[in-house]
């Protein structure tokens, strides 16, 4: 193994050598072993059950690799540790409580691991089952690529000579593998030796003192291996309603446990030993930074005693605003108050810095809340006065009074709605602007069932941030295993408690029949349509309109989103198929109708493609699509009847990708009443969001 504490000659390079063997004590304290749990189990006894390394990452909360920790029987597991050099083994029972991805499959077993092994993030949150005292690691806050060391100190158990012992390390950092959106994503390691056992101990920048992954794999017959970033730990499974007390999201509960614990031994008087703030004083960790190590940790104290964002969106709408910030669309995206304060590290030193941080805070302080306790109003203030302390010290007059009175006007709105409405910077977007996430699949003419995909967050601006694309081909029974990861980022930038956003499906015209809905990101979880409104567009790009058409087009869709909507049956009559109008005879129909294609099917045939295209030359960008049989022989009466009755009950066009939803989560559940509207699709080309690129913008009311 290589010295951590840099070889022969002491320490890292420009780093005093004291500092650097602190960081290595306090890494090696927090680092445990996990076994499996066995009957007569002893802890002391030789490695049999030993099952790989991991680390304390806030009180009671164990992180560590998930193929590690789901190797065993169930999701319980044992996880032994020390201290310090004479304290003696404690072994504690936690429990898996959240693994990165799952990997259970329809009909597999709760626990063990995916078919062909456990794919990136590899991450598994484990909770004690009573309490112990124990050291943690300092978590960083932002990404690693961000990180500034092109060495890392690791640490972890392996077995030697029978027994299973502790070992450290240095590697080098000698890039990743996969892109900045790709879920796979991970840092490849070089330099020395990662010997079986230490997967999912920790990975520490030398030069910063903080933990920035976790080791998942070895270089088989070579050096090295691969780490994953802690940053990834932000895709673990959001609340689906809204949070009331901070133990509902385990995100949120680690990370505000872990700032806590750090700000509190700083400041505490009782110990011996530096702190992890004091190594990284000593690493000269804030050289070049808007905060020193103190500063940070102080604030983010403070920050870890709010409540958490109401929502991954509200936190990046809230970023957006700040002055001098235009894009924070990092994958994965900021989901707590110090991830949002992580995104700002990009801008270094300097007074506009230091504006920069404050008028964050003092955006915290005036933020939506999830919920309030009787604490809340306390942090708030001290949170404040550290805001005020730092900027007069600091920042001029001006900037002083500024946050003042933004401050001074923060206390006045006490309720959620009132803070939603104001923000201490900015407008709030006006209701129908919020994103939805748009997924584009391109078929692969020459591959049969294969498609090139991108997913993407749509702005009410126009603008689509990329999350994820493919363009190697995939087929179509994989969609929804590969599209899994970026998809659930992208649902994580714009839902909201109780609100989910809407997806938005573009492909061809011919495949719109294509069931996106019925995808299952995850076995344990209902189907798509089932949790969030799913419709679907063309992406063929048509002829360019002419005025007239466009004027027509924009009248047409300013009348069906204002009034009351109503549904016509255009493609049956009496039970029988009859043709779809031809266009002038469409372009009659009144400028609030909603089209029903009852015949379309799944694969249309040549008529309902004709038919569905005459539709759309004759304006209509909206229409329910009846998938799922060919129904030729089907009495379709009741069908037609309650068609008719939703739309005209949907009231406004606006409300039917709601209400198409709920029809889907009838179905899902069993409620005989929907069963009618099984298969049904609803066609929404909004034609003030066009896909990229197509150029067919009709401006907006």
């Not at 004590?25 to 927090?30: E, G, H, I, P, W």
């Not at 597999?108 to 949150?125: K, Q, T």
């Not at 700040?322 to 994965?332: K, Q």
Request: aromatic share 6%; glycine share 12%.
């Amino acid at each position: 193994m290589i010295d951590p504490y840099g070889g022969p000659g002491g320490g890292a390079p420009g780093v005093p050598n004291d500092s650097v063997r602190a960081l290595v004590d306090l890494v090696m304290a927090a680092t445990v072993r996990i076994h499996a749990v066995e009957r007569g189990y002893d802890p002391r006894g030789p490695g049999g059950s030993f099952l790989g390394s991991g680390f304390f990452i806030a009180p009671s909360w164990v992180l560590t690799c998930a193929h590690v920790a789901m190797q065993g029987e169930g999701r319980d597991v044992a996880v032994v540790f020390e201290s310090g050099p004479e304290s003696g083994l404690t072994s504690v029972v936690g429990t898996v409580v959240a693994a990165l991805p799952e990997g259970r499959e329809p009909g597999a077993e709760p626990s063990g691991p995916p078919r062909g092994g456990w794919p990136a993030p590899d991450l598994a949150l484990i909770r004690l089952g009573r309490p112990v005292d124990h050291a943690c690691v300092y978590v960083a806050e932002r990404p690693a690529p961000f990180f500034g060391g092109g060495q890392v100190l690791y640490t972890g158990w392996t077995e030697v000579g029978g027994r299973i012992k502790r070992l450290t390390g240095r590697c080098t950092v000698q890039g990743t593998v996969g892109g900045w959106a790709d879920p796979d994503e991970q840092m490849r390691l070089g330099g020395d030796v990662l010997p079986p056992g230490v997967s999912g101990g920790p990975t520490v920048d030398l030069t910063r003192g903080e933990v920035v992954g976790v080791l998942k794999s070895q270089l088989v017959g070579g050096m090295g291996g691969t780490s994953i970033g802690i940053e990834r730990l932000r895709s673990l499974p959001v609340p689906g309603t809204m949070a009331g007390a901070e133990a509902d999201d385990d995100y949120q509960a680690v990370f505000h446990a872990h700032d806590r614990y750090h700000a509190d031994q700083h400041a505490s008087r009782v110990g011996q030993g530096p702190t992890w703030v004091d190594v990284q004083d000593g690493l000269g960790a804030g050289a070049g930074r808007v905060l020193s190590p103190q500063q940070r940790i102080a604030l983010l104290g403070r920050l870890a005693e709010l409540p958490p964002p109401v929502s991954t969106h509200s936190l990046l709408d809230l970023l957006v605003r700040l002055p001098g910030v235009h894009a924070v669309d990092r994958y994965p995206a900021p989901r707590g108050w110090r991830d949002g304060l992580g995104a700002l590290y990009e801008s270094r030193g300097g007074e506009a810095a230091l504006r920069l941080v404050l008028s964050y805070c003092v955006s915290v302080i005036s933020a939506e809340r999830p919920y309030v306790t009787r604490a809340t109003a306390a942090a708030e203030e001290s949170l404040w006065n550290w805001v005020d302390g730092v900027a007069a010290d600091r920042l001029p007059r001006d900037f002083r009074n500024e946050i003042f009175l933004l401050r001074a006007a923060a206390r006045h709105r006490t309720d959620r709605e009132q803070r939603r409405a104001s923000p201490a910077y900015g407008e709030r977007p006006r209701e129908g602007e919020r994103p939805f996430v748009l997924l584009e699949l391109e078929p692969r003419g020459w591959e049969r069932d294969s498609y090139d995909w991108r997913v993407g967050v749509a702005r009410h601006t126009g603008e689509v941030l990329p999350v994820g694309e493919d363009s190697r081909g995939t087929q179509g029974h994989e969609l929804p295993t590969r599209l899994g990861a970026p998809l659930t980022e992208a649902f994580r930038r714009c839902d909201e408690p109780d609100s989910p956003a809407v997806l938005q499906v573009a492909v061809v015209q011919a495949q719109l029949g294509l069931e996106v809905d019925g995808w299952q990101l995850s076995a344990d979880e209902p189907p798509l349509g089932a949790l969030r409104p799913v419709v679907v567009r063309p992406s063929d790009q048509g002829p360019p309109l002419t005025e007239d058409e466009a004027r027509e087009r924009r009248s047409r869709w300013d009348r069906v989103r204002s009034a009351a909507v109503r549904a016509r049956i255009v493609d049956c009559e009496g039970g029988l198929r009859v043709p779809v109008p031809l266009e002038d005879e469409l372009r009659t129909l009144a400028h609030e109708t909603v089209p029903v294609l009852c015949r379309y099917a799944d694969r249309p045939d040549a008529e309902t493609a004709a038919g569905l295209t005459r539709l759309v030359n004759g304006g209509f960008h909206i229409a329910l699509l009846r998938r799922g049989r060919d129904g030729s022989h089907a009495v379709c009466a009741d069908f037609h009847r309650r068609a008719v009755a939703t739309v005209a009950e949907a009231g406004g066009a606006d409300q039917l990708p709601r209400t198409v939803l709920e029809l889907r989560r009838g179905v899902w559940a069993g409620r005989a009443e929907t069963y009618w509207s099984d298969g049904v699709a609803l066609f929404y080309d909004d034609p003030t969001h066009p896909l990229p690129g197509s150029g067919q913008l009709l401006e907006a009311p």
